[in-house]
């Protein structure tokens, strides 16, 4: 004797709730997303070229600095995978 074939019942959707979120900073290649949503082809590139860094804090002073770049590369990021997408803007 055969068991009976059920169909699939649809599965509920998982509940997550927040009661608060709070991003202090958002950066290259993040996001918030709400809903239903799907990122294609979401890529992201960016350079930087610092000859300080960064001052942070109470009461510091960068006084009489010089600061050169020397930025000779010919390509600012090498080719990855995913990059160039034909017909994206």
Known sequence: MQKAAFPALPLDPPLIQFDAIHVNAISDGSGIFIGTNMQV??????????????????NNYVVNNFNTVHDNDIIDAPYTKGDLIIGRV
């Open 41 to 58: 082809y979401w890529a992201t590139s960016s350079k930087s070229n610092s000859g300080l860094g960064e001052v942070s804090g109470e």
